[in-house]
């Protein structure tokens, strides 16, 4: 057998050993995270909620308001047993709005609870991580300081859940006489 016959011999071999030894490894994994974040409407506008920052998504029904309740506090609501205050997500945000909520959505565990009434919920979005960029310079609204980039629409800001979470419950804990 000539030199040539026995290099191409010996480089069938060794394709022949790594196309049998293709099947027995494990499939490549694809390394991909994704951010679930569900799509709202809040006055008109769009914006969305990471979805693990939540705990839960309802229909808003009768909300019993509270005499002398500090503005955006639309009152309380039962549900499983445990009362939840709801606020006025619109309000908090800024936005003016004579929509009336039909949905909550609830923020934080068993113990702490906060219900925010939204105008609508409009689907869900999985983006990656680098989808979500910081808004550039201040924030158009409080609590909207990030944004998701999409091709061929404009950004959707985000919500900071633990901002917004973080204020109401303080303002909750503080004296009568400072809120």
């Not at 994704?34 to 769009?46: D, H, M, N, P, S």
């Not at 002398?68 to 549900?79: D, T």
């Amino acid at each position: 057998m000539s030199s040539r016959n026995e290099t191409t011999a010996r480089r069938l071999a060794e394709l022949r050993e790594e196309f049998d030894a293709s099947f027995s490894r494990p499939p490549a994994r694809v390394d991909t995270r994704w951010e679930v974040l569900l799509r709202l409407r809040v006055a008109g506008t769009a914006l969305t909620v990471p979805l693990e920052r939540l705990s839960g998504l309802h229909i808003l029904t009768r909300v019993v308001p509270l005499p002398g309740s500090p503005s955006g506090l639309l009152g309380l609501v039962g549900l499983r047993g445990q009362l939840v205050a709801v606020h006025d997500l619109a309000y908090r945000l800024g936005l003016p709005s004579d929509e009336k909520p039909h949905w909550m959505v609830l923020c934080g565990g068993e113990q702490r609870r906060v219900g925010l009434a939204i105008g609508g919920f409009e689907g869900q979005l999985r983006v990656t991580p680098e989808q979500i960029q910081p808004n550039a310079g201040e924030a158009p609204r409080p609590y909207l300081r990030a944004s998701v980039a999409r091709r061929d629409a404009p950004p959707l800001p985000v919500l900071d859940v633990d901002s917004l979470m973080k204020d109401l419950l303080d303002g909750a804990a503080a004296p009568r006489n400072t809120r």
